[in-house]
C-alpha cells in the first residue's frame, strides 16, 4: 500500500491558535480586531498556500507578522533563528499564539514584508552569505523576484509573504505568480501570504481567507472584495471617481 503523501510531508504549521497560558487583552489591539480574535477564540487551520486579503487596518498583517514571529523569524522579515532588528514595532499577538506543527516537518523559514526590504536587504549586504545579489542595485520588483528564486527560497520549509506585490506592475506581478506557483509545488514548502492583489491571490490552489470588520471568511476568487471592486472599477471607473474628485 503507498503511503500517505501528507506522511511524507507534512504541513509545516497546521493550526494556529491561543497559547494555554495568555491572556490577551480582547478591548485593545489587536485582539480587539475580529479576524485576530477569531483566531485567537476558534484557532485557523492553514493549508498548503494559505492567501489573506482584505482592506488595511483588517489585521492582515498583525497575523502573517505574528505566525511568522512564533515560529522564530524576525518581525522585520529574515529567515528562523535570525536577528535582524531595527526599530521593535511588532504587536504582542506572537506572544499570545501557539503554532501546532506537523510531526517531523521541516523547522526552517523565511520571511520577506514589502515595507521592510530595505533594511533586510542592508542586513544581508552587511553579513554576506556568498550568494546573494547586490539586492540593493535591483529595482524593487527585481530584488523580490531575486530573492525569491534564491536559495533561501528552496527546498522544505515555511515562508511567510506580506503583500510582496507592493511596488510591482501587472507585468511583475505575474511574473510572481509564476514564482510562488512553482515555489508551492515542492512538497515540503508550505506558504503564508498577506495581499491586496487579486492577481497574486490567483494562484491555483491557494486558499483564500478574506478578513473584514467581521472575521475571516474562506472565498473563492471571484468571491473576493478586492476582485469585484477592481472589475467594476475597469468597467466603468466614473462610478467610483466621482466619490472622490472635486469637479
Partial sequence: MPRDPDWLHPLVVRRVRCAADAEPDFERWPARLAPVRQVLTEGLDLAKLT??????????????????????????????G?????????????DWLTLERGA??????????????????TYLKNNPGGWDPDFHALSHGESF?????????????????????AGLSFSAQLALVGTLHALA??????ML??????????????????????????R???????????TNFLTEPRRYLRHVLQE
Fill in 145 to 165: 523576484l531575486a530573492m525569491l528564486r534564491s536559495r533561501r527560497f528552496q527546498g522544505e520549509g515555511l515562508f511567510v509573504m506580506d503583500e510582496p506585490e
Fill in 193 to 218: 501570504i498577506a495581499t491586496h492583489s487579486p492577481v497574486l491571490a490567483s494562484i491555483p490552489g491557494a486558499t483564500l481567507l478574506q478578513l473584514d470588520h467581521t472575521g475571516i471568511h474562506r
Fill in 220 to 230: 473563492e476568487w471571484g468571491e473576493l472584495e478586492s476582485v469585484i471592486n477592481y
Fill in 82 to 94: 535570525a536577528r535582524h532588528a531595527t526599530y521593535p514595532s511588532e504587536s504582542p499577538l506572537h
Fill in 104 to 121: 517531523g516537518a521541516s523547522k526552517w523559514g523565511y520571511f520577506l514584508r514589502a515595507e521592510t526590504t530595505h533594511g533586510l536587504f
Fill in 185 to 190: 509545488a515542492d512538497p515540503g514548502t508550505q
Fill in 51 to 80: 492567501i489573506l486579503v482584505g482592506e488595511n487596518g483588517s489585521g492582515k498583517s498583525t497575523l502573517v507578522e505574528a505566525i511568522a514571529m512564533a515560529f522564530g523569524m524576525p518581525g522585520e522579515g529574515g529567515s528562523t
